[in-house]
Nanobody
């Protein structure tokens, strides 16, 4: 089970940190990801971290502004978002999928089989 938190309403240029806490065993066997969904749009990939925790992946739209990290002992992943823009407004979802070490996370939402409940991020100009 995944529990996302940390969303809120901010101004353009502000920062936010989202958290996603996992419950259950074997956290280190999972790749984790962040997706977002704006009103009227499909859920889109934002960032992911490999099962090993050594590699992160970002959509081009957030590269250089968002950073994903993981605390294995705390069973928590984070998404540090900076230089937020109105187009970043969306419900943000964390996701997880148990994988083997050689499999890279997929940017397609249908690949992921565990989802958190979502947290709203609103960026106003």
């Amino acid at each position: 089970q995944l529990q996302a938190s940390g969303g809120g309403s901010v101004q353009v240029g502000d920062s936010l940190r989202l958290s996603c806490a996992a419950s259950g065993p074997s956290f280190s066997r999972y790749a984790q990801g962040w997706f977002r969904q704006a009103p009227g749009k499909e859920r889109e990939f934002v960032a992911a971290i490999s099962r090993s925790g050594t590699t992160t992946y970002y959509d081009d739209s957030v590269k250089g502004r968002f950073t994903m990290s993981r605390e294995t002992d705390a069973k928590t992943v984070y998404l540090q978002m900076s230089s937020l823009q109105p187009e970043d407004t969306a419900v943000y979802y964390c996701a997880a999928k148990q994988t083997i070490l050689t499999v890279e996370p997929n940017t397609e939402a249908r690949w992921w089989d565990n989802w958190g409940q979502g947290t709203q991020v609103t960026v106003s100009s």
